[in-house]
Each structure stands twice: as structure tokens, then as C-alpha cells.
T-cell receptor, first 114, second 112 residues
Framework: QKEVEQNSGPLSVPEGAIASLNCTYSDRGSQSFFWYRQYSGKSPELIMF????GDKEDGRFTAQLNKASQYVSLLIRDSQPSDSATYLCAVNGGARGGSYIPTFGRGTSLIVHP | DVKVTQSSRYLVKRTGEKVFLECVQDMDHENMFWYRQDPGLGLRLIYFSYDVKMKEKGDIPEGYSVSREKKERFSLILESASTNQTSMYLC???????????FGPGTRLTVT
């Protein structure tokens, strides 16, 4: 059974701080890694994806991947109250029927307080 | 922008009713998915489809069936709704080579 683990939180950070969200996965053959943001009562929306070891930056967001340690993280710089949401980590492993099927973590709740 | 739409945002049905949830995507994506999301349990895959008329079971297919007669449309069917199927239902689509998921707005189904 492929597993993706996240701390459920809540992670509480002050406005302007760096929020660090972490995710570990069990399938060593996993190829691609995604972070989704989900506001309360809404559906998940993609923030970033990463395939290669190292860092990938997009605006205030940085995804970090370490395949040897089976670890992926999301850093949010200059956190804003509007970043308060649940962040889902997803990992694509093997293909079935021509599509990669993601395994989702249960999400980390982030609260950014003014 | 990719757009995924779902037929209803909120739905209330009675136990034993047959329920149809419909999902439409406008970006010619090959792959479509149905999930349910429950507090504390996260997103769980019910069924997915990788082509017209092709479907595969996900992790929790019991009590559900699906239909994909056209590429842009993927329907989830609850054959005989039960109270334990009260949940948020999310449809998603993906496209190679990146396979990120694009979600619809969700349908909150209540079975009484």
C-alpha cells in the first residue's frame, strides 16, 4: 500500500514568516510530486509540481524534493492570512491504464495569523 | 485555463435512490477521476477513466459505478444511495505528460 504522510497540524505561523510544510512517501519508485491548496469548502487547486531532486521556486513558494530520503516539502515565504488553508501533498507512482494515479496525503492545515 | 464543472454543488437524496453525478471538462483530457473526501480520511479514489468507455476501480468502488460515453464527460452513479455515502464528491481530470490534477468545484451530497 503506497502511503503519503503529512502532519495534520494545524501549523500556525505569524504573518510575514516562512511556513514549512512536509511530506514523506513510501513508494521509492515515485516519479512526480505535487502540492495542492484547499480552502475550506472548496476543491483543491494545484500550487506546484516537482520531478527532480532539489528546489523549485515559484514566487513565494518553493518546493523541495529529496528522493533518497523520500521527502518533499513546501516553503511559503512572507506568509499571508490568505495562505490559511489545507495543503495536500500528492505523489504519482506507477501507471495504470495509461494514467498515473496519485496518492494524496491527508493534508496539513496552515493558519497564518496577523 | 482548464475548466472542470460538476452538475450540482449541493444535493440531498433519500436512502435507496439512484443518484447521478456528472462531470464535464473542456480541455480534451484523456484521464478523469472521481474522489470522495471525508474529514480525517482525505481524498479517496472511487473510479477513474483513461479513455472513452474505459474505466478502472479505485480504492473504494463498492456501491458506485461510472460511465464515460464521451471524452469530456464522466458520470458517477450511486446505484442505491446509503447514508454512509454522504460526502463531498470531487471530479478531476489530467493530461500527459505532467499529470497534475484539475479539480471541479465538488458536489456535497447528503443522503437522508
Amino acid at each position: 500500500q503506497k502511503e503519503v504522510e503529512q502532519n495534520s497540524g494545524p501549523l500556525s505561523v505569524p504573518e510575514g514568516a516562512i511556513a514549512s510544510l512536509n511530506c514523506t512517501y513510501s513508494d521509492r519508485g515515485s516519479q512526480s510530486f505535487f502540492w495542492y491548496r484547499q480552502y475550506s469548502g472548496k476543491s483543491p487547486e494545484l500550487i506546484m509540481f516537482i520531478y527532480s531532486n532539489g528546489d523549485k521556486e515559484d514566487g513565494r513558494f518553493t518546493a523541495q524534493l529529496n528522493k533518497a530520503s523520500q521527502y518533499v516539502s513546501l516553503l511559503i515565504r512572507d506568509s499571508q492570512p490568505s495562505d490559511s488553508a489545507t495543503y495536500l501533498c500528492a505523489v504519482n507512482g506507477g501507471a495504470r491504464g495509461g494514467s498515473y494515479i496519485p496518492t494524496f496525503g491527508r493534508g496539513t492545515s496552515l493558519i497564518v495569523h496577523p | 485555463d482548464v475548466k472542470v464543472t460538476q452538475s450540482s454543488r449541493y444535493l440531498v437524496k433519500r436512502t435507496g435512490e439512484k443518484v447521478f453525478l456528472e462531470c464535464v471538462q473542456d480541455m480534451d483530457h484523456e484521464n478523469m477521476f472521481w474522489y470522495r473526501q471525508d474529514p480525517g480520511l482525505g481524498l479517496r479514489l472511487i473510479y477513474f477513466s483513461y479513455d472513452v468507455k474505459m474505466k478502472e476501480k479505485g480504492d473504494i468502488p463498492e456501491g458506485y459505478s461510472v460511465s464515460r460515453e464521451k471524452k469530456e464527460r464522466f458520470s458517477l452513479i450511486l446505484e442505491s444511495a446509503s447514508t454512509n455515502q454522504t460526502s463531498m464528491y470531487l471530479c478531476a481530470s489530467t493530461l500527459a505528460p505532467t499529470y497534475e490534477q484539475y479539480f471541479g468545484p465538488g458536489t456535497r451530497l447528503t443522503v437522508t
